[in-house]
Each structure stands twice: as structure tokens, then as C-alpha cells.
């Protein structure tokens, strides 16, 4: 019989409504499975054991009396801890915000509570989401489920971890830079970018404004789909969140690829990719083809400025964003004589090596005399990124490319070298710098059985087409492996 | 040598009084216990994000378009980036390049000179918090610690900034003046110096006359009041024209305006020139406002200050008259109500200006407290233009009204003070007067008009003060004139 860990968010769903399970069980195989994963693993900072269990029984009373809110009802997420959950501590991996416990939930928890989804806890992510490791956490590098010596990515690496072993049946991160796509990749499992304004950033706490944006891991691309539904909406505490009419996610999933124009990125197909992971992206560009699609080669030629401007843009707002973080009215605070002197120290004490690098590389980026030649060209040429996908889009349906020059990397491997760590958002940067949605499909497995993610791009609203290709991809890969790690029993 | 001229610039903060507050849903209250007006946006809590306010931009639009400007349709706004404990997010959202409005003007009288103020600019922004420092003496350097109130912090603040075209302490006080009037006249702020809801900041430099280059400017900070500020740039001409002709530097700096002591001070700031690294506000999109909306505002512009002076002046009264009526929006209304009415527009205007004005403030009341109505008003002033009551009379009778004693009529016959202007009765006293008095009246005939005088005298005596003085002396002179 299937561990209830295993189950995907839409079975879980039918034998929610069918009465074979309830809540509290799905709740229960997820904590026996946090119990056997998690040493080994470290995917959460926080388990919020009461208010899951709490949650699962008043979903079940409500189930009970014919309350039914929608697909998450009842589903174990897990949330990145840069997402303000009130009555629960939220940190951002920062020495900064231990203990800081929000006295108000952020609009994209606000409603998943509503949706009756039982949140399990707040997993592990780069501190204030700078990383593409977790190693940049302040509390400890998360692991890899497929090998526990490896990395599983960043920033929410602790939400693909989780997702992947079963911890959780789905869960949520935020992507500035391709925080999602790229932990989706190393961790094998379905990562997600939505479209910039789909979903609310009040309470995601903000490290690049202009690039956040929060998206759904799961284990399949429907389940991502249901996820998404479940957060996207306009919102009012957000000026930059989207007014129109939201795209449908699951209408078109089986609709399949014929006919559809698919672009591979010319730029993203180059020997810096490792040579096993292009080849996964041309193989599964055969099958499309075979499938019925016409694909077709495509340019970016500005994607080589975009890993630049991105790492000028980036820096800029947290260099603003960051600043509130000054030991005045919150998070933890160095005493000295002077206001001054505190705010200084507590910034020093409390900020890791890489925020602090990315704050005086934004600071600089800004600064009177340098504005043009940094952020202001680094700003030209993300108006360029998003002409070249105009004109992309012009041809094309949807792009693909790898999600991730690499599979996951060994622990320590890049900690030395800031720039060989940020290539490794090389394919991910161009979707957050044109607001696009993008999502990472795994489409199987490299020598050293690492998964390799397979990314495909849309146009500004374009979920409901992203989401089609992405589960014909999902169809053709006929990825089934998993994770030693994800079962809940002593193996490891 | 040319002699000094001062160049000034007025930096005007005004804080808007709008439901909530700018980029979230706290009111906009004063005097309340200490952040009890705060929320995760205007505390800066984590994941906190502004939300512009439609009421304050619709505020500063008003403000922009009585000051003749131009309104961009697509405004933006940016991050201010400094630290300090007052400022939650340690950058405050402002703007900078396409404020709100650019390019209007602002036409001031200084002792009946009509005076062009160009206005560069005027923009949207937050007001800060307020810190008060615990200690010896509520300074900043002797204090133990500091409390911080965050009831103000996110408050809608908009800033109007002048060019340097003001050359004298007496145009900069009038050009505040103007500009308090025509905010409390568009009903976006009470606009109150000593409570800090308008601010003014006074750049000021001097030069060897008007041709000479700009001199290195200083500002002055902390002007509570509109007699401050003509004060406090008195003081910084004369002090900066001292430093020069002794041979000495102005240093660029900011300063600030002690009022006990009627000196500005340096504030002594390290004089780094200050970075605020400006950039675009990546929370918020280009705020639109489209033509419809400017155009909505402009035809619901409420008549401003000095178009009210102008027609007052045109029905009738004299400047001064006009001004203290516009100024206050109570007397202003009685007038417009009373002249609607029928009343003389001049007799009314000083009636108000004077005798109504010199009551409240005896009495300590306010308008609405008491009897008096514009139908009163209007009343009097028939009486008095039909002769029924002396000019004279009719401020004892309109005292009396305000008190709450009846209507101008019920109070003149109650007090037997209308006038006899019956000029059949009236030349039969005139007559009897001159028979009585034959050697006068050759006085008078002979062209010694002085005795006109004791003509008027005599027929007021015989009417118990009564008569109509005026039409009394019109028949003596005639009969004189024979």
C-alpha cells in the first residue's frame, strides 16, 4: 500500500472526499515522514506540530459537515520562511529575525489558511533568499534527498527537499532569480514561477521587489497547478499585483503539444551547460517534436547581459529593501551608546557574508556617479531581455531550455566563488527579468542519478499554455524515480 | 559696488488630512496615545508593502492645479534611501524625476505689487515618525534613550518647492501666507504651522545685486510660524551680508531658527554631501493620472483666494476689507450672504470686518454663536441707506443683534433710534432754528460756513438727536445759499 506521504495532492483529494482518509492521517504520514527524513535532511526550521494537527481536525470537522473550500483542504504544504506566517517565527534564514515571530499573516498564507491547507511548517531557504545552496542559511545548509553530501539548491531549497522526500505534499518558495525552478531541478521535483503580480508579495519578505514572486513545488505539474490556484489572486495590499481577469491552470493539461510552436534557447544550449543536461533537453525536444510540435531554434542575444544586470538589479532594491533591518523596532538588536552605532552593529552581527556583499554591491550600484553606468545600463538591458523575448514569443508558443547549468553540486563546492555560484541561475534570470512565468519539469536522470530539470517559458499570463506543455513534458519524461530519502522508514 | 540682494527659495511640507494614510489604511489622527495609528506597512515589518492612497494623490492634483502647474499623467515614485530611527523602512517613498506636478506659478501682492513666484515643483511623499529623546534636557546627545511614535510615520505629505525668484523676508511671508490660504481653501489640510501640518524650509543666499551669481545658500529649519519665517530670512540676510563684508565664507548648511532667541544656529550636521541613492520605487507602478481625472479637478476647483479678493474688491469693498473676508471662510460666507441679500457691499464688508470682528473677540465667541444672520445684515444696511439710522446708530443697533436682542429693526424702534428724515417736519425745525438765531444764520450767509455746524446742533437738540444730520446740514447750506 502507498505511504500517504507518496500521495499527490489530487489523489489525496479524492480520498479526502471519499472518506478513506482524513486530514489528521495525511497530517500524520507527513510528520512520521519529517521524523525519519529530517536529521538527515534539514528541510525545515521550524514544524509547527500544533497548528498542523489543529488544522487537520478542523478541516475534518468541516469535511464532516459538507464544508469544502477546494483541492488544498486538508493538504500538508510546507512554506519558505521568508513567507510571514502570523504566530509562527519567521526569519529568513537570518541571524537578523531569529525568534521574530509576525503578528500578521502575508496575503498568500491568508489564503491558503482559507483553503483549508494544513501548513506543516517553514523550510530552510539562502538567507533573505540569496543563494542558490541554502548554504547561505544562518541555521544550517539543507541537504539533497538524492544525495545528502550535495546541495539541494537555492534559495527554497528546503521547499524542494521537502516536497521531494514526502515531508510535504506540496509546498511554496519565492523566485527572484529562479529560487523555485533551480531547487526544483536538483531536487527532481516540479518547480514554478508565476507570471510577476499573479500572486500577492505582501508578507513574502522582500529581497529584489521587481523580481519576487511566490510559486508552488510539487510533485506533479497538476498538483503545481492546484497549488497555484490556490495563492494567485489580486490583492489589495500589493500595488503591483495583477488586475485583470487570472488565467485558468488546468483547463489545458491534457490537451497535449501538436500544433503548438516550441523555441529552444540558442544561448542556453552552450558548452558552459554540462553536456548530459543538454542532451536531456534535446532528447526531450526530440519527443516533443515527435509529439507534434514544431520546434524550432530561438535567439536571446541579450541573455548573456541578463546574469549581469540581474546581479546589479537584484543587489539595488535589497540594498533598500534590507534597510529596515536596523535593530529599532524588531529582530535582534546589539546594544552600543549611540542609535547610530546600534543600527551599524546590529546590521554587522546580524547579516551573513553574502547579504552583506549583495547590500554594498547594491549600495554602490547606486550611488551618485555610478547609477548610470551600473543600475541604470543594468536597466536598459532587462528592457532589451524582455524585447527579445517579445520577439521570441513573436515565432514561438513557449521557450524551453535546462533549467540549471549543473546538477546538484557537492556542499562547499561553489561557497568560494560568488560568480560560479550565481551561474548557477543562468537559465532561470531571463523569466524574472521579463516577469514570465517559467517552470522546471524533471525529465530524468544524469550518470551520477541526479535529476535533471527541463525548463519551459511563457509569455506574461501565459500559465494556462505553460502548464499544458508542461504536462506533456511530464508525460513523455515518464520520470518515476525518487529520492532514497523519501521513505518513512530507518534506511539511511 | 551693487548693492545686496537676497535670493530665496521656500521648500513647503504640507501634510495632507485625508481619511488614511499614504501607502496604507491607518488614519490620519492627531494627538492619539502613541502608536495606536500603525500597522506592518507603516512600521515597516517584514514583507510589508506600500499601496499609494487615491484620496492623497487626488490632494496634491488640487494643490497642483491652483498653482497653475502642469500635471504629469504618469508620475513616478522613488526610494529617498538614509537611516534614522524616525524613518522605519530607513528610506522614505518621495519622488523625484516626473513628480506629481512641475512648472506652476504662484502671483503674491507685497504692498500692492503684484510678485511672480515660479513654482519647480510638487511632489508626493510620507512623512516620518517622531522621536523623543529621554534625558537632562530632550536633546538628542544628553538623552538615556529615545521613544519613537510611529502615529505620524506614512502620514500623505506633499512637498511644494519654489524657484529662487523671492528677493525679500516680506515676499517669502507673503507667498506663505497665500499658499496656507489656498490649502485650507482647497480643504486638503488644515495647514497649521505651529502644529507642524505645513512646514516651511527658507533657502537663502545673497549676491552683489541682480546680475551677480548665486551666493552659496543656507537652509533654515524649524519656522513655526509666518512671522517666523519673514523673521528667520531677516535674520539670515543680514547675518550672511555681515559674514561677506567682513571678508568671510558661506558654508552651504542647514539651520535652524531659534525663536526665543530670534537667530538661526547651525546645526552643525558633518557636511558630507548627503547620497540618497535614489531609485525608482519597485513596489509601486507609474501612477497614472489620466486627463479625465485633471480635468474633474479643475472644474471642481473651489473659488481660490485671490479670485475671491478680486470680485470682493469688485463689489465694492476696499483691499484690506476683501482680504480679512476671504481669509476667513465664516465672515467671508456672512458677506457673500448678506450682499446676496440686498446689502450695501461696502457697509457690509466694514460692519464685518470691524464691528462683527470686535464683538467676537470681546465676547470670545464665534459666528455661529451668535444671533447675528445675513438677513440682519441686509436689513441694517436698508435702514441706514434709507436714512432710518445713522451710520453711527446702526453699529449700536448691530452690537445688539449679535447679543441676541432682536432684529435691526425691533432694536432701533425699541431703542428710538430711527432717524427722522421727514424733510417737511425737518425744514420747519431748520426754520424755527434760523428765526431763533437771526444774527448766526447772517453769519452763515456771509459764507462763514463753520456756523453749519451749530445750525445742525440746534435741530438735533430740538429732535432729541433724531434727525437725519445729513439732510439737516444739505438744508441749511441750501437756505445759506438762499
Known sequence: MTDLADLSIVEAGRQLRSGDVTAVDLWEAAATRIAYTEPHLHAFLTVDREGALATAKVVDAAFRAGEDAGPLQGIPIALKDNMCTKGLATTASSRMLEGWVPPYDGTAVANLRNAGAVLVGKTNLDEFAMGSSTENSAFGTSRNPWDVDRVPGGSSGGSAGSVAVGSSMGAFGSDTGGSIRQPAALCGVVGMKPTYGLVSRYGLIAFASSLDQIGPFARSVEDAALLLEGVAGHDIHDATSYRGEYPTLTDGLEKGVKGLRVGIVKELMVDAIDSEIRAATRAMADKLSDAGADVVEVSLPSSEYALSAYYLIAPAECSANLARLDGVRYGNRVPADTTDEMMAKTRAAGFGPEVTRRILLGTYALSAGYYDAFYGQAQRVRTLVRQDFATAYEQTDVLISPTTPTTAFEIGAKTDDPIAMYYSDVCTIPSNLAGDPSISVPVGVDTRGLPIGFQIMAPALGESMLFRVAAEVERLAEFSARPSLAVSKETV | ?482
Open chain 2, 1 to 482: 559696488m551693487p548693492e545686496w540682494e537676497a535670493v530665496i527659495g521656500i521648500e513647503t511640507h504640507v501634510e495632507l488630512q485625508t481619511n488614511s494614510k499614504m501607502f496604507c489604511g491607518c488614519a490620519v489622527a492627531f494627538g492619539e496615545a502613541p502608536n495606536t495609528n500603525t500597522c506592518p506597512v507603516c512600521l515597516a515589518l517584514p514583507g510589508a508593502i506600500p499601496v499609494p492612497n487615491e484620496e492623497a494623490i487626488e490632494g496634491i492634483v488640487k494643490i497642483g492645479t491652483a498653482l497653475d502647474s502642469t500635471i504629469n499623467k504618469d508620475s513616478l515614485f522613488y526610494r529617498k534611501n538614509y537611516f534614522y530611527p524616525d524613518l522605519p523602512k530607513n528610506y522614505q517613498i518621495s519622488q523625484y524625476t516626473f513628480p506629481v506636478c512641475e512648472f506652476g506659478k504662484l502671483e503674491i501682492v507685497v504692498d500692492g505689487e503684484p510678485f511672480v513666484v515660479g513654482i519647480t515643483r510638487v511632489h508626493m511623499e510620507e512623512d516620518t515618525g517622531k522621536s523623543r529623546h529621554v534625558g537632562e534636557d530632550g536633546r538628542i546627545h544628553d538623552a538615556s534613550h529615545s521613544l519613537l511614535d510611529f502615529n505620524r510615520s506614512g502620514v500623505p505629505l506633499v512637498e511644494i518647492v519654489t524657484e529662487p525668484d523671492i528677493r525679500t523676508a516680506e515676499q517669502a511671508r507673503a507667498y506663505g501666507a497665500e499658499l496656507q490660504r489656498i490649502v485650507r481653501t482647497l480643504g486638503v489640510s488644515d495647514a497649521r504651522l505651529e502644529e507642524g501640518s505645513m512646514r516651511f524650509d527658507a533657502n537663502v543666499s545673497v549676491r552683489r545685486g541682480p546680475d551677480a551669481e548665486f551666493g552659496t545658500r543656507t537652509e533654515t529649519k524649524n519656522v513655526n510660524s509666518l512671522r517666523s519665517l519673514q523673521r528667520a530670512i531677516t535674520f539670515e540676510i543680514d547675518r550672511q551680508t555681515r559674514v561677506l563684508e567682513e571678508g568671510g565664507e558661506i558654508i552651504q548648511e542647514t539651520r535652524h531658527w531659534n525663536e526665543d532667541k530670534g537667530v538661526t544656529i547651525s546645526m552643525r550636521i558633518k557636511e558630507e554631501s548627503e547620497d540618497y541613492r535614489y531609485f525608482q520605487e519597485p513596489d509601486m507602478l507609474p501612477l497614472e493620472i489620466d486627463e479625465a481625472w485633471q480635468q474633474r479637478v479643475k472644474a471642481e476647483q473651489p473659488e481660490l483666494p485671490a479670485q475671491k479678493r478680486a470680485r470682493y474688491v469688485g463689489l465694492g469693498t476696499d483691499a484690506h476689507t476683501a482680504e480679512l473676508l476671504a481669509d476667513d471662510p465664516a465672515l467671508g460666507g456672512l458677506f457673500d450672504q448678506a450682499v446676496q441679500a440686498g446689502a450695501n457691499a461696502k457697509q457690509a464688508g466694514i460692519w464685518i470686518t470691524q464691528e462683527v470682528v470686535a464683538y467676537l473677540r470681546r465676547e470670545e465667541k464665534s459666528l455661529v454663536e451668535t444671533a447675528l444672520s445675513a438677513a440682519h445684515v441686509a436689513e441694517l444696511s436698508e435702514m441706514v441707506s434709507a436714512g432710518d439710522l445713522s451710520s453711527t446708530a446702526s453699529k449700536d443697533v448691530l452690537n445688539a443683534v449679535l447679543a441676541g436682542d432682536g432684529t435691526p429693526r425691533e432694536i432701533a424702534e425699541a431703542k428710538d433710534l430711527i432717524q427722522i428724515s421727514d424733510s417737511g417736519f425737518l425744514e420747519a425745525e431748520v426754520d424755527a432754528v434760523i428765526a431763533d438765531n437771526t444774527d448766526a444764520f447772517e453769519k452763515l450767509a456771509g459764507g462763514d460756513m463753520k456756523m453749519i455746524g451749530f445750525f445742525v446742533g440746534q435741530v438735533m437738540k430740538r429732535t432729541g438727536g433724531k434727525a437725519d444730520p445729513r439732510l439737516v446740514s444739505e438744508m441749511v447750506r441750501n437756505k445759506a445759499q438762499g
